[in-house]
Every structure is written in structure tokens, then in C-alpha cells.
């Protein structure tokens, strides 16, 4: 099929590259001249595993294209709208410019027939305002809403083998949604991915809805960490205990610096807004609490630092393992890590952070810190030692050889990544999350 991704940031540039690897025609469209002449040259604009070598073959194949005229659009069928929503500067909800912008300036080349997706995370009610829109501006054109689902650090393999398919579509549909991305999904739905066909308002909300528990589960097993430290429990083996009921389920239930990324924080906050615009503001109350769970989670980790320090941070080297909002991703929006860091350096702290894959993101947004892309220069002459992302080269440390490095070993733990009896053994002075 012939296909235009509007928007090519983290979710759209997969999108693009992975409906070309599936053999679609695709044509990727952005607004930022750097990012599609990159694109353009099958260089990914940012970190994902897998991405570049779809990104390759897909361009090598000549069916995937780059252009920042949306006039390139007017040749697809099926125009995917992947464009970001973030939150407000003033306010929690869902910033629409991109999408609108977007929207309407797609309308002058749908063809007839066409069916435009969206893909962003919208505020529900957004694809039924944009269905009225578009029967007044292009009714020879349809919509569908269309969640994804993609985790950064795995985009590639969820874009290609989604664990389900959501298609919100229009009752009175003159173009046949349903056939149009059955046809485009063919490989994962003749694979038996599950797929459920509802309407606009249940589609946006099954995305927030997801996204939503996932943050609540989060922040609960961090609220049960701070139980644990008040009262000598340790919530890594309360997470194994509970995590077997298969009703509970282990994942997702690592309690540390809590959850960030240009996902979840934005989402529980516009979700919170929307549903105080809909009169049921109290539904979502408990959000506003898993959201304050989550951002008390790096006073926290600051507060072990200074308390492992003596009570002042002031003039000490502290090496921060990790900025990046997890591993595998060179994203640092909202990140918990570069947060701490930068708590940590305005408490008068020397502070060196390094991470495989986040630095040149982090030093755009946040100059004042020292950084280094090698773990050794972090942490030589440390005074202490705080790994606030749990990439691998950060959780297969050698203690003994780490200690070495330092000026003291000290160590804040502040994704419970780390095996607390061999770092004490090697002499580490070691301190977790709600662990004794
Ligand atoms: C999330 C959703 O998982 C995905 O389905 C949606 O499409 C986009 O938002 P992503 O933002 O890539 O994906 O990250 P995710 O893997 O969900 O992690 C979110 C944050 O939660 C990270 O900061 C991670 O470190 C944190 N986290 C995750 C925890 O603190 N503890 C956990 O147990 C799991």
C-alpha cells in the first residue's frame, strides 16, 4: 500500500521504516529539515536498536522516502498522523498544535478514498472532533484512530510483532477502516495478534487507559518501598512475592527513581485534565497521587545521596551512572536520572554524569553538568556513586574493580539493580530502595 507518516520522531520514524520493511510504499514526512535530511541518508536522528538497519534496507529498497513537503502525501492512500502531543507549557493537558497543524495541512492532498490514522496520544474526543472536520473538509475521506503501543529500547520488534492491534473506527464508515489496516497489518494479524475493532473514544482511551496502570503499578510498588524503609522490609523480595500471583504479575514492579520518558508522566497528567473537562475529575483523582509518588521517589534518591555524604553534598564528587530515562534509549525527556543529577549539582555538588547513549541529550538541556561517555572517568576520585539508570554496563559493574576507582565507595542503588551482599563484600558502603 501507499503510505505517508506524518511526523518522524521516536514513534514515526519506526513507523515508516517498519511499514517500508513490511513492504509498503512509504513516504516520511517532518517538518525538521535535520532530522529527514538524516532520515534521508538512513541515519537514525536518534538511539533505538534495530532502527538502523530497517532504516538501511527499507531506503536501499527505494520503498521508503523522506521529505518535508507534506505535498508528498498527495501520492499515498493511507496518511498516518504520528506527530507528538506534549503537555502544555501552562498546564497538565495535551498540547493539540502539532496534531491540528498536521491535520489540516494533510487535507488538500487526500485522494479520494483515502483514510487518515492517527497515532498520537490524544485526549479523547480528539479523533471525533477531527472526523467532523474532516467530513466537512475531505468527505471523499475517512478517519481512524489506531494507538501504538511501542516501548523505546524495543520500538522495532513492537512495531512489527504488536502484542495487539486497536482500531477505533467510525460507525458509518464509507470507507472500510477495518479492511484498509487489515490489509496494512497482514503479516501480524494472519500471526493471531489479537485485535480489537471499536469505536474513536474507546480506542484513544484504551492508549491513556494503558499507560495509566502501567504508572499506577509503578508507583505503587514505590509507595511500598517507602514502607519498607520504615519499617526494615525489603520491597525487591515483596515484588517476587506478590509478583507471582498471576493476577499481579512481576513486571512493571520495580520500585528505584521511578518512571519518566515523553510517555507516561505527560499522559497520567493530561488524562487527569480530560477528565476533569468531562465532569469526572474525581475518577482520576488517585492519578494525581501515583503522579506525586513518582516525583517524591528523586527527592528520595537526592536525600540518600546527601544522607550517604554526611548531610551535605557541597564540593563532593559524585558520579551519576546513567541520565537517560532507562536503558536502551537516548531519551531524556523528563528523565528521573538527569533530574537527580541536576538536584545534585545545584546543592553544590560536583557532579560527573555519563551514560552510553544520553549524553549529548542531556548536555543540550542541562550545560552545567560535567559529562563523560566513560564509566572509568566517572568514577575516578568519586565520593560517591548513584546509578540512576540500569544499563547493563552499570548493572554488570565489578565491584572490587569499581572500588578501586573511587575515592570512597559509596553507593545510592537508585534502580535496585545491584547485587547488595557482593557490593558490601567488595566494601562498598551500599544503599537501595526500600531495601534493608
Ligand atoms: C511506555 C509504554 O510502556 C508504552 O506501551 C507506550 O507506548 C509508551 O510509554 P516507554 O515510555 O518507552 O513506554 O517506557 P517504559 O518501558 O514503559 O518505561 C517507562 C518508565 O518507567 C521508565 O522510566 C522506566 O525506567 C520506569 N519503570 C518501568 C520503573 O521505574 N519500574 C518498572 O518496574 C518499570
Known sequence: MRISVIGCGYLGAV???????????????????????QLAAARPPFFEP?????????????????????????????????????QQASGYSADLSYVDAAFESLLPHLRHGALVVG???????????????????????????????LREGFAVKDTLEPDRLVYGVASDGHVDATSVLD?????????????????????????????????????????????????????????DAIGHDARIGRRFLNAGVGFGGGCLPKDIRAFTARAEELGVGHSLAFLKEVDQINLRQRQRVVDLAVAALGGSAYRKRIAVLGVTFKPDSDDVRDSPALDVAVQLKGLGAEVVATDPEGVENARRRHPQLEYTTSIDEALADADLVVLATEWRDYRTLDPADAGRKVATA????????LDPAAWRAAGWQYRGIGRP
Open 15 to 37: 513507523h515508516a521504516s517498519a511499514m517500508a520493511e513490511l513492504g509498503h510504499d512509504v513516504v516520511g514526512i517532518d517538518v525538521d529539515e535535520r532530522k529527514i535530511s
Open 50 to 86: 534495530g532502527l538502523p538497519e530497517i532504516l538501511e534496507s527499507a531506503t536501499a529498497s527505494g520503498r521508503l522516502r523522506f521529505s518535508t513537503d507534506i505535498a508528498a502525501a498527495a501520492e499515498a492512500d493511507v496518511h498516518f498522523i504520528a506527530v507528538g502531543t506534549p
Open 119 to 149: 497515532k498520537s496520544t490524544v485526549p479523547v474526543g480528539t479523533a471525533a472532533r477531527l472526523a467532523n472536520r474532516l467530513a466537512d473538509a475531505a468527505p471523499h475521506a475517512a478517519l481512524a484512530w489506531n494507538p501504538e503501543f
Open 183 to 239: 490489509h496494512l497489518y497482514r503479516a501480524a494479524v494472519e500471526a493471531g495478534t489479537p485485535r480489537i475493532v471499536t469505536d474513536y473514544a474507546t480506542a484513544e482511551l484504551v492508549k491513556v487507559a494503558a499507560n495509566a496502570f502501567l504508572a499506577t503499578k509503578i508507583s505503587f510498588i514505590n509507595a511500598m518501598s517507602e514502607i519498607a524503609d520504615a519499617s526494615g522490609a525489603d520491597v525487591t523480595a515483596l515484588a
Open 410 to 417: 559509596r553507593i545510592i542503588d537508585g534502580r535496585n539493580a
